[in-house]
């Protein structure tokens, strides 16, 4: 090995170590470097050293801007001791691309938020604002084409990992005008493209993304339709992202989706009709899809002795890679800590953490938006479809009579 061949070895490990962060910042020092950082070796390299860095990542929303935190993802939480252990979240970026101000709203309707291979994506009200994808460690952002929707908009965010394409699917309001639509995020010509689902429903939960299918409930009581056999009201709507076709596993009740270990799983209250009752108990079933084509499910629940607090001020936000299912608090405020909960519910044991840090940045009531399995140290081929600057924004009325046009096609 020569001596240049060991400086450049040295210089890929040193590099492979830093965050996004300065990685994205290297790659536009000169073409040489942005060669180096784009060549396979280091690619290998970086995703290998990032591999072991799950995080959970916070978006905290105030006044429409956005900031992004993480902090350390625990796996095997419950071999400590403690009853309540505590973690640090680290500041990343403040968000607020030309100021454009993106308010949380946990109905359905009127906001979407989704988190997909390290990117972010967040669409507000319809009235307010456009689709925007961002890489929460750095800040880079790209505001997506203003997509018209009628009375509701619902959208998703995934990532199919065979062709590595982002992708965003719209669904219209099934009893008015428009279109289904889904966009590529990084093609060459980034529009909106009219897909069919052949059975109307209201989206009824947020989505998830597992191995390049997106999941989420559907609810056809006030649709029809449309030939399908329905046997039941709700039904779990799975879309292809490499095919763009949809298929619907039927459910026999509302429930919330999960990613449980590379499978879908379905959560919910079994005493969901009570929600208000004075017992404080509450049981929570799991029930994880073994078998797609026979409908095969394994089935766990764990009782909760202060169940009031848990489904009014916690909520469900993802599974470990060791298959703790991890729930967070909805707000943050000064006055009082704020946790996040490891379940497993294999062993039936809950660990709380309690996340430090947020009080240096807000002073007032904010919400949270957590997600679990984030990796700082991405493949920085991500970075590049990202971009500081957007296309310029339009009045919505404008495209508003551009999708009159495109409707009555």
């Known amino acids: ?3 240049y061949s060991l400086t450049n070895d040295l210089i890929l490990e040193i590099l492979s170590r830093l965050p996004a962060e300065s990685v994205a910042r290297f790659h536009c020092v000169s073409k040489r470097w942005a060669s180096t950082l784009d060549s396979p070796n280091f690619k290998e390299l ?7 860095k799950s995080l959970l990542l916070f978006a905290i929303e105030e006044e429409g801007i956005w900031s992004f935190f993480s902090s350390p993802q625990l796996e095997n939480p ?11 979240a680290a500041f ?34 319809r009235h307010q604002a456009r689709p925007v994808i961002c890489n929460p460690n750095t800040g880079r952002y790209a505001i997506l084409p203003y997509r018209y929707t009628y009375r509701k908009a619902y959208s998703f965010f995934g990532f199919e990992p065979i062709d590595k394409q982002y992708k965003v699917l719209s669904m219209a309001y099934p009893c008015g005008p428009g279109h289904d639509k889904v966009l590529t ?29 997106l999941y989420y409930l559907g ?3 006030d649709c029809y339709t449309d030939g399908h056999d329905v046997t039941s009201r709700y039904v779990i709507v799975c879309f292809d992202l490499r095919s763009e076709k949809f298929t619907f596993i039927g459910v026999e009740r509302s429930c919330g989706l999960i990613n449980y270990k590379g499978k879908l799983a379905v959560i919910f209250w079994e005493d969901d009709d009570d929600f208000y009752s004075e017992d404080g108990d509450a049981e929570l079933r799991v029930w994880v899809l073994e078998d797609v084509e026979k409908h095969e499910w394994s089935k766990y629940a764990y009782t909760w002795t202060n169940g009031k607090f848990f489904r009014r001020q916690v909520s469900m936000v993802g599974v470990t890679t060791s298959g703790d299912i991890v729930f967070s608090m909805r707000k943050y405020t000064s006055e009082e800590p704020f946790y996040v909960f490891y379940l497993n519910p294999e062993r039936k044991t809950l660990q709380r953490v309690e996340i430090q840090g947020f ?13 679990v399995n984030h990796v700082q140290n991405r493949n920085v081929n991500h970075l590049k479809l990202l971009k500081s600057d957007h296309p310029p924004l339009v009045e919505p009325e404008y495209y508003e009579s551009l999708q009159s046009e495109s409707d009555s096609e």
């Not at 970086?46 to 072991?52: E, G, I, N, Q, R």
């Not at 419950?78 to 640090?88: D, G, H, Q, R, W």
């Open 1 to 3: 090995m020569n001596s």
């Open 46 to 52: 970086f995703l290998t050293k990032s591999s072991a």
């Open 78 to 88: 419950y071999e400590k001791s403690s009853s309540t252990l505590v973690a640090a």
């Open 92 to 125: 990343h970026v403040k968000f607020s691309p030309d100021n454009l101000r993106i308010n949380h709203y946990y109905d359905l309707r009127y906001f979407s938020i989704g988190y997909a291979s390290g990117l972010i994506y967040i669409y507000g009200n």
């Open 185 to 213: 995020f990084g093609a060459g010509d980034m529009t909106w493209r009219r897909i069919k689902c052949s059975l109307r429903h209201d989206a009824y939960s947020e989505g998830v993304c597992i191995n390049g299918v």
């Open 219 to 221: 609810d056809t009581s």
């Open 359 to 371: 009080g240096e940045v807000f002073k007032e009531t904010c919400s949270v938006c957590t997600f």
